[in-house]
């Protein structure tokens, strides 16, 4: 049984690794969720105190630089919130339109509407914005797996 109960807590933890490209999927739900099965499964005695404070801090630490990567990449380039909006909503829809490089043109086509259109922005300054989203996009992929491989380093060192 115990293969069975690590092969779900394995599979969470790579759901969570998969949602930092396909922000449909909660990263830090599927994380913590695997801490909190390895818990019922085996046993929540190694998890002190500490360790729920850390990874709480971390997962904090998650959403900041999610918000700020965008924000930085699309402010940046002179973008606004339209901007910021476009990006959000087209990395949330491109991946389901144009699988795999939807990731990618979702939040530069959303960011380069949501300027063009709210704020009647010139293409070559929309598009500048667009190129922002996916610079801030790539950024927090990058910082957001980094930390999530601390806490997943620090769960595997306290267990």
């Given at each position: 049984m115990d293969i069975v109960y690590w092969s779900i807590i394995i599979i969470l933890m790579i759901l969570s690794f998969v949602g930092l490209v396909y922000p449909i999927l909660p990263s830090v739900v599927f994380l913590m969720g695997s801490f909190l099965l390895y818990?019922?499964?085996?046993?929540?005695?190694?998890?002190?105190?500490?360790?729920?404070?850390?990874?709480?801090?971390?997962?904090?630490?998650?959403?900041?630089?999610?918000y700020m990567a965008n924000l930085i990449g699309v402010k940046k380039f002179g973008g606004t919130k339209a901007g910021i909006w476009g990006s959000t909503i087209g990395l949330l829809i491109g991946p389901f339109v144009i699988p795999v490089i939807g990731i990618i043109i979702g939040p530069f086509l959303g960011a380069v509407i949501g300027e063009w259109v709210v704020h009647r922005s010139n293409l070559k300054t929309a598009v500048k914005v667009g190129i922002g989203s996916v610079i801030g996009f790539i950024s927090s992929v990058f910082t957001k797996g980094c930390i999530q491989m601390v806490m997943a380093i620090y769960f595997f060192w306290v267990i």
């Amino acid at each position: 049984m115990d293969i069975v109960y690590w092969s779900i807590i394995i599979i969470l933890m790579i759901l969570s690794f998969v949602g930092l490209v396909y922000p449909i999927l909660p990263s830090v739900v599927f994380l913590m969720g695997s801490f909190l099965l390895y818990g019922v499964f085996f046993s929540f005695e190694p998890f002190s105190w500490l360790f729920w404070t850390v990874q709480i801090l971390f997962v904090a630490l998650l959403f900041g630089a999610d918000y700020m990567a965008n924000l930085i990449g699309v402010k940046k380039f002179g973008g606004t919130k339209a901007g910021i909006w476009g990006s959000t909503i087209g990395l949330l829809i491109g991946p389901f339109v144009i699988p795999v490089i939807g990731i990618i043109i979702g939040p530069f086509l959303g960011a380069v509407i949501g300027e063009w259109v709210v704020h009647r922005s010139n293409l070559k300054t929309a598009v500048k914005v667009g190129i922002g989203s996916v610079i801030g996009f790539i950024s927090s992929v990058f910082t957001k797996g980094c930390i999530q491989m601390v806490m997943a380093i620090y769960f595997f060192w306290v267990i």
